[in-house]
């Protein structure tokens, strides 16, 4: 059968409240018997007939109004509008957290990136050596923010901005010399000059960004 089935419950409660800035009687704390209906609207039937069952309406309308029965609804709402505020304000720092983390990873991931092409250029074009564990924690953070780097661009712009977003899919789309016909050295000094350029790039959207989610 098209269209939803309505169905509704009707109630009472009794509660006090105050005109604030009213010029009489009702500027002070009153009473009043409040009416309430419930409508509930469904789109199905169960086997026998039954959207949702009158008990279960009746028995959440109660547990609602058991917090409004005789109580002051100014103090109710203001306390409501406080708690709701509150929960923004939070979520707000959150999402503001989690975007600083993940320009900060970015960043990190960048100039660990820099850093491994900076020490292969170095190595290829003057001999540069380094230690057997030095070498590996090099080569361990470049793997690492090398899959960091990869999954934020692939992600695009969830937490970071669309500016962010586009200028690590630039960096992705970069030219790259042939491994065949250029010298190592070559090859890392010009990575290491498109990570150096998107670094500075991110940095300043960073910044910008971040001091506008803060406000």
């Known amino acids: 059968m098209p269209g939803f089935f309505e ?3 009707e109630t009472n409660f009794s509660a006090a409240h105050s005109l604030v800035g009213y010029q009489g009687d009702c500027a002070r704390v009153h009473g009043h018997n409040w009416s309430v209906e419930v409508f509930v609207r469904c789109k199905e039937l169960d086997n026998i007939g039954i959207g949702i069952d009158f008990r279960e309406i009746k028995t959440t309308v109660k547990d609602v109004l058991m917090n409004l029965d005789h109580f ?3 103090a109710i709402i203001a306390s409501y509008l406080a708690a709701r505020w ?3 304000k939070i979520y707000s720092e959150k999402w503001w957290d989690r975007k600083e983390r993940a320009y900060s990873d970015i960043i990190a991931s960048l100039y660990d990136i820099m850093q491994y092409c900076e020490y292969q ?3 290829y074009e003057w001999g540069r050596e380094l230690s057997e564990d030095k070498e590996k924690e090099f ?3 470049y793997n690492d923010a090398y899959w960091k ?3 934020v661009t692939d992600i695009g712009g969830f937490v970071i901005s669309k500016d962010a977003a586009d200028v690590l899919k630039d960096l ?3 030219p790259k010399l042939d491994w065949d016909d250029n010298p190592p050295c070559e090859i890392y000094n010009q990575d290491y000059e498109y990570h150096k350029q998107t670094l500075d790039k991110v940095v300043a959207i960073a ?3 971040l001091k506008a989610t803060k406000a």
């Open 7 to 9: 169905i509704y419950v």
């Open 139 to 141: 080569r361990e953070k």
């Open 72 to 74: 002051n609804l100014a």
């Open 121 to 123: 250029r170095d190595h």
């Open 172 to 174: 992705r789309g970069r």
């Open 149 to 151: 780097l990869k999954k």
């Open 207 to 209: 910044n910008r960004d």
């Open 86 to 88: 509150s929960l923004r």
